[in-house]
DNA sequence: TTATATTAGTTGCATAACTAACTATATGTC
DNA sequence: GACATATAGTTAGTTATGCAACTAATATAA
């Protein structure tokens, strides 16, 4: 028997994310209640522009694990708030380079803090070392899954 | 300075939940290759149902933790498909009773089987110990974030 | 240099999420 | 019994997701 067999009723719990829902919902809801108008799709479109301002749409998608279907609709609608704007590569047409705008740039500093309360409302009582456990299995998780395309 | 503080630049990582999308897109997958035409959201449902047939949409919302908006619309999809009807209760005639119909019923072994096989593949070379402290500190997460709602 | 393949992005179609406003049924209080 | 309140579910409106088919620009190959 597999080392990693579990028991099946306990496979939806694992498999449903309701922790990372609920991490969601309540920066979601701490972005509301400070007047916020940005989604956190937006929002973590934005954290990665202002990590590197101009980033192409698909490293935008590779970065924050979305399509380019979806990448593409979500700056729509960041450019239909004027949060950010597309600037065609001079190098390549087909590139669409994406710019934050003047109305992004005060909005970091925020949603930064918004964000680090919300981890800390979610982390209460939690140590380090589990933390570090989570992140590291995660990743591994995810890498499992992407690194060999077998399927 | 707390003990949950985090670096700004981990905090996304942490909060997208990258793993628990690489979870479903491959379970997705999985259905797919297997001719299986359901989403991972309807067999979510179903997986309840399957545990306890016969329940009101709002307690498969709260076990499948949907709001009930959500539930109805997924619910007229699923009855769309044949794989559930709606029953209206004797004893409260506000509540609809969800139960499977016989076209639902077979799907229970197969999906069990490709849940199974996606943990696996999500699983490996992860040990019993790393995924009951991930299992423990979610739960945790998500306790933080629901029990007592003080916002 | 022309034909072919690849790449970046868009669009159409379907499902799903959340909020807020709504309907219908039940319950509680006077 | 009548009126207010609470509860279960539905509907409207907006955003987001994924797949597949498409366009336009670039790269490759004959």
Redesign the interface.
Known sequence: M?????K????????????????????Q??FR?AGLEIT?EQW?VL??LW?EDGLSQLELGNR??RDKASTTRLIDNLEKQELVTRVASKDDRRINLVYLTDTAKPLQQIT?EL??K???????????D??E??????????D???NKDL?
């Open positions: 597999s080392n990693n067999q579990f099946r009723g306990e496979l939806y719990s694992v498999i449903n994310g309701m922790a990372t829902t609920a991490v969601a919902r309540r920066l809801k701490n209640n956190i973590s954290y990665h990590k924050t694990f930064y964000a680090n919300t981890m800390n409302e979610a982390l209460q009582n939690i140590s380090k589990e933390i456990v989570v992140k590291n299995v995660l990743q591994r998780v995810y499992n899954l992407t399927v």
